[in-house]
């Protein structure tokens, strides 16, 4: 066999340059294109979301987030499964240059405590349950007082689900939360560039503690 047959083959348009656009510049510019067309659904959630919603949220998450005193390259996490507060989380977060933890749904308690504190992580998104599963002792534990102290940086810990409970410190659903900080997006020149971080994912690490990837 020679070499030429061993290759994997390429083929594509030499005169388009390939894009150099950031993820909100990409949502930005099909919601205008694709508008009302439906882009995801979650029939769990009764959710049907279209290019123009999934916009409009994603700036109302940015918003929240934005006077909330989240910036740019600031690391906000998501422990959330399939549902459509991840799809809005994640273009909120990424379009004001916001590095997204991705965490692995089946992560114990003590393991996501460790994941938030080696990536510095300020804010995260938290589902209430995953399937059949209740993450209540992963709240209890990141929200109880002698966890907050060796966890400085995070500083709000959001609830996803109507069964969620925001009486625990520090927390909000994630309803209250874009009712108190979100609505318009406040004027700020924020230069998000295509080759910025936009996401981070942990392996398990040596010692069962988490190693970015």
């Not at 150099?20 to 979301?49: C, H, M, N, Y």
């Not at 949220?57 to 507060?85: F, K």
Request: glycine letters at 8%; one cysteine or more.
């Amino acid at each position: 066999m020679t070499r030429e047959k061993q290759l994997a083959l390429v083929r594509g348009s030499s005169s388009q340059e390939l894009w150099s656009k950031s993820l909100g510049e990409i949502i930005a510019e099909k919601a205008t294109s694709l508008g009302d067309k439906e882009l995801a659904i979650f029939p769990w959630q009764d959710v049907r979301l279209s290019y123009r919603q999934l916009a409009e949220r994603g700036e109302l998450v940015a918003a929240a987030l934005l006077r909330a005193g989240i910036r740019h390259s600031d690391c906000i996490g998501i422990m959330a499964g399939n549902r459509h507060e991840y799809l809005e989380v994640v273009i909120g977060a990424t379009s004001i240059g916001c590095h997204v933890l991705t965490l692995n749904t089946t992560y114990k308690p003590w393991e996501l405590r460790n994941a938030l504190q080696k990536t510095l992580c300020r804010v995260l998104f938290i589902a209430s349950t995953i399937g059949t599963r209740s993450l209540s002792e992963h709240i209890q534990l990141l929200t109880s007082s002698s966890e907050i102290v060796r966890m400085p940086d995070l500083e709000q810990t959001i609830i996803l689900g109507d069964n969620g409970n925001s009486s625990f410190a520090g927390s909000h659903l994630y309803d209250e939360f874009l009712a108190l900080h979100g609505e318009k997006l406040p004027d700020a020149n924020i230069p998000v560039a295509p080759n910025d971080v936009l996401s981070l994912q942990l392996t398990s690490g040596e010692n069962l503690r988490p190693s970015e990837a």
